[in-house]
């Protein structure tokens, strides 16, 4: 294990303290949230409960993106020494096995992960390209669309 990082016995997934720290207070969030909208409260209340809800996944699904996007244009490769290393590429690349590194995150089949991965490169700003393709990067013109997600103002679905 890598030093300064923490493993979730859950996934076998490897995350930073700054990670797992961040996470904590989303769910600290999510369950004084609960908590408030447990009691009985007015219509208004309950709208604004709603509202805030949706809010929240507008938000993280835009991290997700962003994650999914780096994800993405990482590509594992073997070096000389028979160890695996990782070589980062452009923000728009997309990596032979980036939707089967995501896929059982997301629980979902390869096909609906690639996707996704292409989702995400695409609305963080990128039109996505294999690694092995040498074109120059191109823009998808969609970043507008993904800041309003990053504010809470728009789903994924619309965007």
Request: charged fraction near 20%.
């Amino acid at each position: 294990m890598r030093t300064g990082t923490t493993e979730s016995a859950a996934d076998g997934v490897v995350a930073s303290p700054a990670v797992v720290a961040a996470a904590a207070m989303v769910a600290a969030g999510v369950e004084e949230l609960a908590r408030v909208a447990s009691g009985s409260g007015s219509l208004g209340e309950w709208l604004a409960v709603v509202g805030a809800c949706q809010q929240g996944m507008n938000r993280l699904a835009a991290v997700q993106d962003v994650a999914v996007a780096q994800v993405a244009r990482v590509e594992q490769v073997w070096c000389e020494d028979g160890t695996l290393g990782e070589v980062a590429h452009g923000p728009d690349r997309v990596a032979l096995d980036a939707a089967d590194l995501v896929a059982p995150l997301l629980g979902v089949s390869h096909h609906r992960a690639q996707v996704r991965v292409e989702e995400a490169v695409r609305l963080t700003g990128w039109d996505p390209t294999p690694v092995e393709v040498k074109d120059a990067p191109a823009r998808s013109g969609l970043e507008g669309l993904h800041a309003a997600m990053r504010e809470g103002r728009l789903d994924g679905y619309r965007a």
